[in-house]
């Protein structure tokens, strides 16, 4: 694991802290009990006194999202995240078919979270560099929601994957019907990710094994 990489486990959700220089980066923000987390890592890493500069998203699901409004008001940092989900950040996604049934829970959610609608200061898209941690590529994963999207470090040949797999709870798994847009997408961003040169991915809904073991969970879903 690279030394200025952090992983913030919370509950049900992990996100990450990316240090470049003296600045901090982080790539999605967690869900209830995410400040606190943070904070809680940032203190025992000794990185507590660095600027958080960006907020990088993954998708616009709520437990992805709910922190960034606030931490980039607290720090003045800035948010990216892709364009296909701007609907989420301003809270008027719509679902179809199974999805309905997320659709409800994120409607419930924002709701009782009293979630504001947002919109990122920048919005990416395929194929979109960001200069941080030795280059960041934007890599379009559609599936769970249409713009999710993956963060790809050549220099660390790692991949930010977002949700699209898991392997927290009853193992490697794709997102159930349910909590995908489009099953039919998903599967076939699995493949897209299997053809960029990785030693390891980092989900967001993950166990505690390596990158490396993500990794080849990842492979076997794509085989299943």
Not at 98 to 124: K, M, S, V
Not at 126 to 140: H, S
Not at 165 to 170: L, N
Not at 175 to 182: E, F, H, K
């Amino acid at each position: 694991m690279p030394p200025d990489l952090l992983i913030v486990r919370t509950f049900i959700v992990q996100f990450f802290v990316l240090r470049d220089g003296d600045a901090l980066y982080l790539i999605d923000t967690g869900f209830i009990g995410g400040l606190r987390a943070l904070e809680r890592s940032l203190i025992v890493r000794g990185w507590d006194k660095l600027p958080i500069r960006g907020i990088l998203l993954t998708h616009g699901h709520l437990d992805h999202v709910l922190n960034a409004p606030a931490l980039a008001k607290q720090h003045g940092a800035w948010i990216a995240g892709p364009e296909r989900d701007l609907e989420h950040y301003e809270n008027r996604a719509r679902f179809n078919g199974w999805g309905r049934i997320a659709g409800l829970a994120e409607w419930i959610g924002r709701r009782l979270l009293r979630q504001p609608t947002f919109r990122p200061d920048r919005l990416l898209n395929e194929g979109d560099e960001l200069p941080i941690w030795g280059g960041l590529r934007v890599v379009a994963l559609p599936g769970h929601t249409h713009g999710h999207c993956g963060y790809y470090s050549a220099q660390h040949r790692l991949l930010f994957s977002g949700d699209l797999f898991a392997t927290f709870g009853f193992g490697p798994q794709i997102a159930p019907v349910y909590l995908n847009q489009d099953n039919t997408e998903a599967r076939r961003s699995i493949h897209r990710v299997l053809d960029l040169q990785l030693d390891g991915v980092l989900p967001c809904h993950a166990d505690k094994s390596a990158p490396e073991r993500q990794l080849e969970y990842l492979r076997g879903l794509a085989t299943s």
